[in-house]
C-alpha cells in the first residue's frame, strides 16, 4: 500500500515536472507546498520536455546542475529527476511524497499516456512513493496567461485532505485544476480517466527553407468534453478532478479469455 503522510507540515516533498525547472508552474507549485512544509527540494529537467512519456535515458551519461541546496536541474526527462531526486539529491532521507507539475495544460483521458508530468509522479509510484501529478488546464493555443488562482487556492485543499489515505500499490494519483468558468465555485470530483479518438488527430504538413518535406503534429483531437462522468468534462465545467490511475495495465477480462483459447 501507498500512505499519504499523515501529518503534511513534516513531510518531505520532492517536486519535479517536465516543463523544466524554470517553468512557472513548478514555481507555483513549490510556493505552495512552502506554505504547509519547510523540507522542500526540486529536481526537474534543465529543458522543456513535455510529452515525452516515460521515458529514461541510457544511452549518454546525466549531468544535473546544482542552483542551490534545494534546487538542482537534469539534462534528461522527468523519469531521470525522479530517480536522481530519490536516489542522489535526497539519498540521505527519502521523500515522503513526490509532487510533479504544475504542468502547463491538462493532462486528461488519452494525454495520460504522453506526459511527462504523469511520468514522473509514476516514477515515483514505482519507487514505492506516494505520487501526485498535477496539471492546469489553459488555453491551448497560448492566447491568454496562465491564470494559477485555482491551484493557489484548490492545490492545498487536495493536499490537506489527502493526509493520511491510503491506496494500492502501483497507482499514481492525477489531479488537474480547470480553468474559470463564470458562475461556477470549483468542486472536488473523484472520476475515472476519459478517452479521446485519434482518428481525427491533424498531421500539417510542409516544406522547409530548403525544400525538405516535414510534418508537425496539429491540433490535439476532439475529447469528451460534454460527459461530466469523466475527467475532462468535469474540468472544461470548471472542477478540480482527481483521477487514480493503475500502472499495471492487464485487461484481465480479455486474460481470461485467451487463458481459454490457449488452454
Known amino acids: 500500500m501507498l500512505k499519504f503522510p499523515t501529518d503534511i507540515s513534516k513531510a518531505r516533498i520532492l517536486i519535479a515536472n517536465d516543463d523544466s525547472i524554470h517553468s512557472e508552474g513548478i514555481k507555483v507549485l513549490e510556493d505552495i507546498a512552502r506554505q504547509i512544509t519547510p523540507h522542500v527540494y526540486v529536481v526537474a529537467p534543465e529543458t522543456?520536455?513535455?510529452?515525452v512519456g516515460h521515458s529514461l535515458t541510457i544511452h549518454m551519461p546525466l549531468r544535473m546542475k546544482k542552483y542551490d541546496d534545494t534546487h538542482y536541474s537534469v539534462y534528461g526527462t522527468p523519469?531521470?529527476?525522479?530517480?536522481?531526486?530519490?536516489?542522489?539529491?535526497?539519498?540521505e532521507a527519502r521523500p515522503d511524497l513526490i509532487l510533479s507539475g504544475i504542468n502547463h495544460g491538462q493532462n486528461t483521458a488519452d494525454d495520460v499516456t504522453y506526459s511527462g508530468t504523469i511520468a514522473a509522479a509514476i516514477e515515483g509510484t514505482l519507487?514505492?512513493?506516494?505520487?501526485?501529478?498535477?496539471?492546469?488546464?489553459v488555453d491551448e493555443d497560448g492566447s491568454s496567461p496562465v491564470d494559477w488562482?485555482?491551484?493557489?487556492?484548490?492545490?492545498?485543499?487536495?493536499?490537506?485532505?489527502?493526509?493520511?489515505?491510503?491506496?494500492?500499490?502501483?497507482?499514481?494519483?492525477?489531479v488537474n485544476m480547470p480553468q474559470a468558468v463564470s458562475g461556477?465555485?470549483?468542486?472536488?470530483?473523484?472520476?475515472?480517466?476519459g478517452h479521446f479518438t485519434m482518428e481525427k488527430q491533424e498531421m500539417i504538413e510542409?516544406?522547409?527553407?530548403?525544400?525538405?518535406?516535414?510534418?508537425?503534429?496539429?491540433?490535439?483531437?476532439?475529447?469528451d468534453v460534454d460527459d461530466q462522468a469523466f475527467d475532462?468534462?468535469?474540468?472544461?465545467?470548471?472542477?478540480?478532478?482527481?483521477?487514480?490511475?493503475?500502472?499495471?495495465?492487464?485487461?484481465?477480462?480479455?486474460?481470461?479469455s485467451l487463458q481459454k483459447v490457449f488452454k
Open 232 to 256: 475532462v468534462g468535469s474540468l472544461r465545467a470548471g472542477h478540480v478532478t482527481i483521477t487514480p490511475l493503475s500502472l499495471n495495465l492487464t485487461h484481465h477480462k480479455t486474460l481470461e
Open 48 to 51: 522543456q520536455q513535455s510529452a
Open 184 to 193: 461556477v465555485t470549483p468542486e472536488i470530483r473523484v472520476l475515472p480517466q
Open 127 to 137: 519507487m514505492g512513493i506516494p505520487s501526485l501529478a498535477i496539471s492546469q488546464d
Open 206 to 223: 510542409a516544406t522547409d527553407p530548403r525544400g525538405r518535406p516535414y510534418f508537425w503534429v496539429g491540433a490535439p483531437p476532439e475529447r
Open 149 to 174: 488562482a485555482i491551484a493557489r487556492d484548490q492545490v492545498p485543499r487536495v493536499l490537506q485532505h489527502m493526509q493520511g489515505v491510503s491506496w494500492d500499490k502501483n497507482v499514481v494519483i492525477s
Open 79 to 91: 523519469t531521470d529527476s525522479v530517480l536522481i531526486g530519490v536516489r542522489k539529491v535526497m539519498k
